[in-house]
């Protein structure tokens, strides 16, 4: 029996939406953390993932995250980049600092942002205090959100966020710190008086990246989730549809 160092869990679901011997780009579903951690060391997406791809993944081993290459909260759906090989690994790896890595996120937020589309530039820094958490001040690592309003309805938007850097929490502090939180949010909005919501109404919904043995770009989707539906038409929006180029 092969030992690995993250230990496979069958119960973690996840839909593939782009799979080859390279590279897999997978929907992690919400209330599913990415990677093994304190209170979640069987109950990651990575759990889910080496029941399928525990021999590759790990021989990228620890150095390489075990394949992941990027991460999303806990609260959050969507599209996440796994490799399957070293060579993968790095090739990508250098694209997201290269920021050649293109995402789309699709988010509820709270007002009628104004204005109806701009570009965030904000510092941001990790601090540690009873849990993790990213603060915009001056002096911390260039962080950079672009937005535009889809549609806006009783006070409520859907958004489209375009992250060109990749901090934590990144959209959340930002579109927090301009005043229209994203509904659900537990951290960056503790003051506001949000409508009450099944969850963090953010969905990791496009990405594109260019695949490290063809060359070709790949342009990954992912419809707006199953659990968000209600939310959304509740509010009086429509569900978005069609993807732009990220």
């Known amino acids: 029996m092969i030992h690995y160092s993250v230990e496979p869990n069958d119960a ?3 839909e593939l939406r782009h799979a080859d011997e390279h590279v897999l780009v997978v929907e992690k579903p919400p209330h599913v953390v990415t990677q093994p951690g304190k209170k979640h060391e069987k109950t990651s997406l990575l759990n889910g993932l080496f029941v399928s791809y525990g021999n590759p993944l ?3 081993g620890e150095s390489r995250g075990w394949g992941l290459l990027h991460r999303l909260d806990k609260e959050t759906s969507g599209l996440v980049i796994v490799a399957l090989r070293n060579k993968a690994y790095d090739h990508l790896l250098q694209q997201f600092k290269n920021r050649q890595v293109k995402k789309i996120y699709w988010a509820l937020v709270a ?3 104004k204005p109806s589309q701009a ?4 510092p941001i820094v990790e601090v540690v205090s009873t849990r993790k958490k990213a603060v915009i001040k001056r002096g911390g690592k260039p962080s950079i959100t672009a937005y535009r309003t889809l549609q806006s309805v009783n006070g409520v938007s859907l958004i489209e966020a375009r992250p060109k850097t990749g901090r934590l929490h990144q959209i959340r ?3 927090a710190d301009v005043g229209y ?3 659900g949010e537990s951290i960056y909005a503790e003051k506001a008086d949000l409508p009450q919501v099944v969850r963090l109404c953010l969905h990791a919904a496009a990405l594109s990246f260019i695949h490290p043995e063809t060359g070709h770009r790949v342009n990954v989707q992912s419809s707006w989730p199953r659990d968000l539906l209600k939310t ?4 009086g929006l429509s569900e978005p549809t069609g993807f732009p180029n990220p």
């Not at 570009?119 to 904000?122: A, E, G, L, P, T």
């Not at 959304?232 to 509010?235: A, D, M, S, V």
């Open 12 to 14: 973690i679901s996840y």
């Open 58 to 60: 790990q021989n990228l």
């Open 111 to 113: 007002g009628v942002p």
């Open 119 to 122: 570009v965030i530039q904000k």
């Open 173 to 175: 502090v930002h579109m």
């Open 181 to 183: 939180p994203v509904l």
């Open 232 to 235: 959304i038409k509740r509010f």
